[in-house]
């Protein structure tokens, strides 16, 4: 079924209440994980050098680790301020996509 809104079509579905429960029943949310207090690899390579420490401070674009995929190197800069709480990698690691590099404290809540 196609709904039009302000000139957009819309692609929609109606279930009914068996269909609702059967995709409630067998069909789970999609769990998102906070990943704003960590440096997530964006490829899959090996760890040429790690440029922190646990306890230091880091400002925004600051040079945390080095990367290197496909016979090139790259630079992975930190996104945000903060200090180190936790370093999962070592140089010569090996690594896949969307592994856990760094972890940064926690930002206090206002």
């Known amino acids: ?3 039009q809104f302000h000139g957009t079509v819309y692609d929609v579905s109606v279930e009914g209440e068996y269909e609702h429960d059967l995709r409630i ?18 490829m899959p390579g090996t760890v040429v050098s790690v440029n ?42 090996k690594v896949d996509v969307d592994a856990v590099l760094l972890e940064f404290q926690p930002e206090p809540k206002p």
């Open 1 to 3: 079924m196609q709904l």
């Open 25 to 42: 029943k067998y069909i789970p949310e999609i769990q998102t994980v906070d990943t704003s207090n960590s440096l997530i690899s964006p």
């Open 52 to 93: 922190v420490k646990v306890g230091d401070k880091v400002a925004f674009g600051h040079e945390l680790c080095v990367l290197e995929a496909m016979k090139m190197q790259n630079v992975l800069r930190s996104t945000r301020g903060g200090v180190i709480s936790k370093v999962n990698v070592v140089p010569g690691a």
